[in-house]
């Protein structure tokens, strides 16, 4: 079987097809880093985090691009409100962001680009979308700097959120001094107003509006047409509608083949959001319970479906967790010390079936709900097994395989972070390998590498650093 995705843009399952082959262009829109990020914000994070991981461990070379906004009204509020300049709020608040994320499990992205580091691509793109008549400036005598997106001239406008012009119209509001031809156009760049920051453009002192940051960024790090898109469902409309006009109307492509979007994580019925107040932080939900609960509270549901965030389940989770790290040391403990004899074929058989069914999980729109009961059917065979005073070697060996291999996708078991000698091993030769290709010696790096391979893992070098991978049998 292979991956079906359900894609929002068809509202459709269909099967994963890469526009390029055997390498992935996934881009997920980041948080705005003017504050820490909450439970909610860290759904999409991990959800995505682990169909990235996923894609990896079948196969595909994936290039995972989430950006920071470190430009918007929320950022310059909140750096006036502290007294220091935005640039410094969002260096605070990016540093913050990979404490919580990498608590979390969640893999960096390739790239993680920021919208104030790249004006000179969104400028480019502005000129581009101008120049095939699909936005214009505003000239007025109070403000002339402004650039805003024609969403009359681009008569595909609404094909993602599935509603036309005019039934998205009925919903639209114009803030006090903007001056556009319709409702639903939309700032591509906003002129300077006294005490923000400002970059040059062809329109003057300005700064760019908030969508044209990820299709300007998207098509820098993964070009024109990329596989996968991804956000939580409220970014569908108006944030990924307009990438998608903004991108189609410069390039005349295709933007994106997958639109995929998570569901709600909810308090109380409602929506968890800054905005509501109801909102706890990830920092402060980690003070209460480790993040590898969190994790698997928030695999426990499918990515589509609305969860609660209550104690119950977040204690539920938790108790998932004890289970799962109890069997893979109570496994470790068993191996060094009751080896011996045994017919495990029933055993193995079992867990072959198991492992299907796990990635079946998987390839149905990536069920996490789906994979994290096989796991624990999976825990429980292993358990019953265990139960036996001696075990061959080969028992030991598929399980801590099967358990090790599952992990390396869904990150709830914690395994790459602690006991896990071979990749310290991995590590280290991976260390060695650079020493000496540093010093030159391509005999000996060369020799790593092959004896790696040998062992069956396989080395990639990548601009940030070298990763490795078990090769799929
Ligand atoms: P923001 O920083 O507000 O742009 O949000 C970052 C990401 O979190 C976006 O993909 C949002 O769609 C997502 N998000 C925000 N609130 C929630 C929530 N309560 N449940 C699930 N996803 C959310
Ligand atoms: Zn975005």
């Given at each position: 079987m292979s991956l079906v995705l359900y894609n929002d843009l068809t509202r459709e399952r269909e099967e994963f097809i890469p526009v390029r082959g055997g390498c992935v262009s996934f881009y997920s829109c980041g948080p705005t880093v003017y504050d820490y990020f909450h439970i909610g914000n860290a759904r999409p994070f991990i959800v995505f985090d682990v169909l990235r991981r996923y894609l990896e461990h079948v196969g595909y070379k994936v290039t995972f691009v989430q950006n920071f906004t470190d430009i918007d009204d929320k950022m310059i509020n909140r750096a006036n409100s502290e007294g220091i300049t935005v640039a410094q709020l969002a260096e605070r608040f990016i540093e913050e962001y990979y404490r919580d994320a990498d608590a979390l499990g969640i893999r960096r992205a390739t790239a993680a680009p920021r919208a104030t580091e790249h004006m000179p691509e969104i400028i480019g793109m502005i000129e581009k979308i101008m120049s095939k008549g699909h936005a214009y400036q505003v000239k007025t005598p109070s403000r002339d700097g402004d650039v805003y997106f024609?969403?009359?001239?681009?008569?595909?406008?609404?094909k993602l959120s599935k509603q036309s012009i005019d039934e998205l119209n009925a919903g639209a509001r114009v803030e006090v001094g903007e001056v556009k031809r319709d409702p639903l156009d939309f700032a591509l760049w906003k002129a300077e107003k006294p005490g923000e920051p400002s970059w040059d453009s062809p329109w003057g002192k300005g700064r760019p509006g908030w969508h044209i940051e990820c299709s300007a960024m998207s098509s820098k790090y993964l070009?024109?047409?990329?596989?996968i898109h991804s956000g939580g469902v409220d970014l569908t409309f108006p944030h990924h509608e307009n990438e998608v006009a903004q991108s189609e109307a410069a390039t005349?492509?295709?933007?994106?083949?997958y639109w995929l979007h998570n569901g709600f994580l909810l308090i109380d019925k409602e929506k968890m959001s800054k905005s509501l107040g109801n909102f706890m932080t990830v920092r402060a939900a980690r003070e209460k319970y480790p993040p590898l609960a969190i994790r698997l509270f928030m695999l426990s549901a499918h990515y589509r479906s609305p969860i609660n965030f209550a104690p119950e389940g977040l204690e539920q989770a938790m108790g998932g967790v004890t289970r799962l790290r109890n069997c893979w040391s109570d496994l470790l403990h068993a191996r060094d010390n009751r080896v011996g004899e045994g017919d495990i074929t029933s055993f193995i058989e079992e867990l072959k079936r198991l492992d299907a069914r796990f990635y079946e999980a998987m390839d149905d729109d990536f069920n996490t709900a789906a994979a994290v009961g096989v796991l624990f059917e999976i825990v429980k065979l292993v358990n019953t097994w265990l139960k036996q005073e001696r075990l061959p070697a080969g028992f030991f060996q598929a399980a801590e395989d099967e358990l090790r291999q599952l992990d390396d996708i869904?990150?709830?078991?914690?395994i790459e972070k602690s006991d896990d000698s071979e990749a310290d091993e991995v590590e280290r030769l991976i260390e060695e390998r650079d020493a000496a290709r540093k010093a030159r010696d391509f005999a000996f790096s060369d020799k790593i590498r092959d004896d790696l391979l040998a062992r069956g893992i396989v080395l990639e070098d990548t601009p940030q650093g070298t990763k490795w991978k078990r090769k799929l049998a």
């Open positions: 024609d969403v009359r001239s681009y008569a595909p406008y609404g070009g024109e047409t990329i596989d005349g492509k295709p933007f994106v083949k869904l990150g709830v078991i914690g």
